[in-house]
C-alpha cells in the first residue's frame, strides 16, 4: 500500500525534503510546456499550509541551471522560492520554500551514492516524492534518500498509480492502447503487455515501421530501429489485437504520418472504445505538413465518451497544441516512467513509498 501525504499526521513545524518534477522543456529561456510545474502546485500548498517547511529537489535536462526559469517557476507556483546552490545552504534562511538547484549536477544523485543520499537527507524530518516521472529511476533524490526519512508519495504520485492502475486492471473489452512515436525500446514492452490486456492496439510511428519491416514489408527509407527483431522477440506480430497503418503520408521515400485509410480505421475503432490508453504522436507532427494523422486520432479521442488517458512529452505537447488536453481524463506527468508502470515492471521509486507491500 502506498504510503500517501495523509499518513503524515501533522505537518506542523516538520521539515520535509520534497522531490518535484519540474523537468520541462525550454526554449531562448521560457518554459514552454509547464504542465508539469503546475501538477507540483497542490502537493507543495498542502505541505505549507499545514505548517511544514519545504525544500525541494529537482532536476532539469534541458539547462544547467534552473536559474534563468526562476521567475516562471515561482509565477506558475504563485510562491516566492529561494534557489539553493549547495545542499548546505538547505534552511539556512528563514523561508518556507527553497530548491536545490539541479540535483543532477551532483555525480552522486544518478549513483544512487549512499553518502549524498545521507547528506541530502540529513537536514530533514520527512521525504515526500511528488515525481512520478522519475520513479523508475534509482536515483539518490528518488531512492537513495528514503533510507534515511520516512517516506510518502505526494498527490502526483498518488494520482497516477490510480489513474494508470486502471487502465491495467480495467476489462480487456472495449480497451485500446495506442502507441506512436518513436523510442519503440520503451514502447514495445507496453505493447507486449496490453496484447493479452486490450481489445485492440492501434500502432504508429517509428513502432509502425519496426513491425512492418519484421513482417517483410518494404518501409523504403523510413526511421525504423536497427535492433527492430530483438526488442519486438516474443511479440505475436499477426495477432488480430494488433491494428497497424495501411497506407501513409510519404515524403521524400519516408513515411511520415499516417494516411487516410489508416486515419478512418483507427477513428472508427477509437469511437467502438470505453477506454483510451494512448502514448505517441501519429507522425512527425512537429511539422503541420506531417500532423494531419496525430490531429484526426487526437480529436476523435477527445471527442469520444470512453475514459481517455494520455502521457508523454510530445504527446501532451500535441495535445496543447490542439487544445484539448482538457478533454483528457488524466493526463500523466511521466514518459517512461508511465510506460514503464504500463508495462507491469517494478518501479523503485514506488516501491521506496510501499507501494508492492
Ligand atoms: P512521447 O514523447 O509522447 O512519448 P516520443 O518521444 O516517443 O513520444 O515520439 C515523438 C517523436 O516521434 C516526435 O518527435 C515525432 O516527430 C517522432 N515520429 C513520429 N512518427 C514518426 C515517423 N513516422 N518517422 C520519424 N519520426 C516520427
Ligand atoms: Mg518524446
Not at 3 to 10: L, S
Not at 42 to 50: E, N, S
Not at 77 to 83: H, N, T
Not at 115 to 139: E, G, P, Q, T, W
Amino acid at each position: 500500500m502506498l504510503r500517501t501525504i495523509n499518513n503524515i499526521g501533522t505537518l506542523k513545524g516538520k521539515k520535509v525534503l520534497l522531490r518535484t518534477d519540474f523537468d520541462v522543456p525550454v526554449a531562448k529561456e521560457e518554459v514552454t510546456e509547464p504542465f508539469r510545474i503546475q501538477k507540483q502546485k497542490k502537493t507543495i500548498d498542502h505541505l505549507l499550509a499545514g505548517g511544514a517547511r519545504v525544500a525541494m529537489a529537482a532536476h532539469i535536462a534541458s539547462l544547467p541551471s534552473f536559474q534563468s526559469v526562476m521567475p516562471q517557476i515561482e509565477k506558475i507556483l504563485g510562491r516566492k522560492v529561494r534557489l539553493i546552490g549547495e545542499i548546505s545552504d538547505f534552511h539556512n534562511a528563514d523561508e518556507s520554500l527553497c530548491l536545490l538547484d539541479n540535483v543532477r549536477r551532483y555525480s552522486g544523485e544518478e549513483k544512487n551514492d549512499m553518502k549524498f543520499s545521507k547528506d541530502l537527507a540529513k537536514r530533514f524530518d520527512i521525504y515526500v516524492n511528488n515525481a512520478f516521472a522519475v520513479c523508475h529511476r534509482n536515483h539518490a533524490s528518488v531512492s537513495g534518500v528514503t533510507e534515511f526519512l520516512k517516506s510518502y508519495a505526494g498527490f502526483i504520485v498518488e494520482e497516477e498509480v490510480r489513474e494508470l492502475g486502471k487502465c491495467l486492471d480495467a476489462p480487456m473489452a472495449g480497451k485500446v492502447v495506442i502507441m506512436g512515436g518513436a523510442k519503440a525500446s520503451t514502447k514495445i514492452p507496453v505493447i507486449k503487455n496490453f496484447i493479452n490486456k486490450a481489445e485492440k492496439i492501434l500502432v504508429a510511428g517509428v513502432i509502425a515501421n519496426d513491425i512492418l519491416k519484421e513482417k517483410g514489408t518494404n518501409v523504403l527509407g523510413s526511421v525504423a530501429d536497427s535492433d527492430s527483431k530483438q526488442l519486438l522477440s516474443g511479440l505475436d506480430m499477426d495477432s488480430s489485437k494488433l491494428v497497424l497503418p495501411e497506407d501513409f503520408n510519404e515524403f521524400e521515400g519516408r513515411f511520415l504520418d499516417i494516411g487516410p485509410k489508416t486515419i478512418s480505421n483507427y477513428v472508427a475503432i477509437i469511437n467502438g472504445a470505453k477506454m483510451i490508453i494512448w502514448n505517441g504522436p501519429m507522425g512527425v507532427f512537429e511539422d503541420s505538413r506531417f500532423s494531419g494523422g496525430t490531429e484526426a486520432v487526437a480529436k476523435a479521442i477527445a471527442g469520444s465518451g470512453a475514459f481517455k488517458v494520455v502521457g508523454g512529452g510530445d504527446s501532451v505537447a500535441a495535445m496543447n497544441k490542439f487544445n484539448i488536453l482538457d478533454k483528457f481524463d488524466f493526463v500523466s506527468t511521466g514518459g517512461g516512467a508511465m510506460l514503464e508502470f504500463l508495462a507491469g515492471d517494478r518501479l523503485p521509486g514506488l516501491a521506496k513509498l510501499g507501494y508492492y507491500e
